[in-house]
């Protein structure tokens, strides 16, 4: 959703490196490209106000003009500026001393209140809560059943006595105030910790929805009232929060669609006019794809300079334990790295959720976007068809695989012996580096540096051998060169007939460097 916004910030801070020292002019002209900006990002003029006259006044303090590097002091005081309008710090559900802690959901109809709900239950549930929906949304057609589905989907039970309307032509009948009485009063009663009430949703803001919103808060006394909010909405989104902060009086605020490509300006610009926290964010479509709004980290991702928190946060939620332990001990007993090894690898990776999310918050992934966004994720899908089609041998030993073995893995897979031939050779690469790293090498392939393998003989390099010179006497200059040629010509000591150069009964597996387990392919 930021991408416009985060490329013309980086090109605005790449015109200022490589300046020892920023002038007055240096400073308003930075501050005229931001300004421009945040205003086609939709973010709130009176918000673009503030934010560039602080940015202003700070750049043109000591901070900079002392600074050893005033182009990274400028984007520092930007990256401190983001966060402040973002809300400052991560706010957390405050849950209820006593009894079920209350959390009711208002917003506009197709903010995506209700698959929120959906996504809020789940992710409670996975902080170790047992979470119950309450259905209060009795008008919109079909909301009761769509909130039992996102319930069944997200594995919470849902509480809902009244059916609701099913098209438009009906009049709601349900009292939606009694039904979220009468909700709380059933989670208190089956011991559940966490209450979400899912209400009614307008297309516009108007009266009668504040007023049933309103009672609906006096009835249950949540002790959290969430906004939910589209991102896309742009400027009208401010107008929204605060009719809704007057009516309801929320406590934070949930950012739904941001995965959409919209500018932006909602959640640069509803914290700041409200006062209330971004709490939540949703990403996807998908109820995994749900997360604790960090403003810290969301300013990062704005400036480009990456959310490798957030990724980490990801790999351990979903990485399996026992494999990354399976693989460290292949690791240090210096086992070869096998294509079975490298599809459990992909598999791992899979359940992180969307290689691309996953890449853009690496820092730098502004610069390769395009690239990023030309990325077929089912490419995975391929790969393990490919290796899927190989025998448990052809998985261990991949050098065995000849033209004619390509060739039935190519058609076993769906795909071009092109592709099966790709994805060898950079297996090959990926043994190759696996390798090296397991006997405390470094990275393959660049030579001569500390650290960074290649650290054999080479061609002229100081530990290669070396030649014996040749005598300056030429009576023994001509005995060095006869006893050449008889080496050279002397017979091998191999057995004949021996394609390895020893007899079959003399073979022995345990001479060669075979990796563990391998021996058993060789019939000894």
Sequence with gaps: MFNSLSDRLTATFKNLRGKGRLSEADVDATVREIRRALLDADVAVPVVREFAGRIRERALGAEVSAALNPSQQIVKIVNEELVEILGGETRRIRL???????????????????????KLA?????????????AADLQRPNAVTQLQVVGGRAGVPVFAPHPGTTSDLETPTGDPVAVAKAGVEEARQKLHDVVIVDTAGRLGVDAEMMDQARRIRQAIF??????????????????????????????????????????GGAALSVS????????????????DDFELFHPDRMASRILDMGDVLSLIEQAEKNWDKDEAARMAKKFADQEDFTLDDF??????????????????????????R???????????????????????HERVAPKIINGSRRARIARGSGVHVSEVNGLLERFAQAQKMMKKLAQGGGMPGMPGMPGMGGGGARKGGKNAPKKKARSGNPAKAAQQLREAEAKRSAPSSAATGAAFGQGAADFDPSQLNLPKGFDKFLGK
Excluded at 223 to 232: A, G, P, Q, Y
Aim: proline letters at 4%.
């Design 222 to 263: 949540p002790n959290e009232v969430l906004f939910v909010i589209d991102s896309m909405i742009g400027q009208d989104a401010v107008n929204t929060a605060q009719a809704f902060d007057e009516g309801v009086n929320f406590t934070g605020i949930v950012l739904s669609k941001l995965d959409g490509d919209a500018r």
């Design 370 to 392: 395009q690239q990023l966004e030309q990325f077929d994720e089912r490419e995975i899908d391929r790969v393990e068809a490919i290796v899927r089609s190989m025998t448990p």
């Design 96 to 118: 209820a001393k006593s009894g079920p802690t209350i959390i009711m959901l208002a917003g506009l109809q197709g903010a995506g209140k209700t698959t929120l709900a959906g």
């Design 122 to 134: 789940k992710w409670m549930k996975a902080q170790g809560h047992s979470p119950v929906l309450v």
């Design 343 to 368: 599809l459990a690898q992909m598999q791992q990776i899979r359940k992180m959720g969307s290689m691309k999310k996953m890449l853009m918050m690496m820092p730098g992934a502004q610069n390769i």
């Design 272 to 287: 700041s006019v409200t006062g209330k926290p971004v709490m939540f964010a949703s990403t996807g479509e998908s109820l």
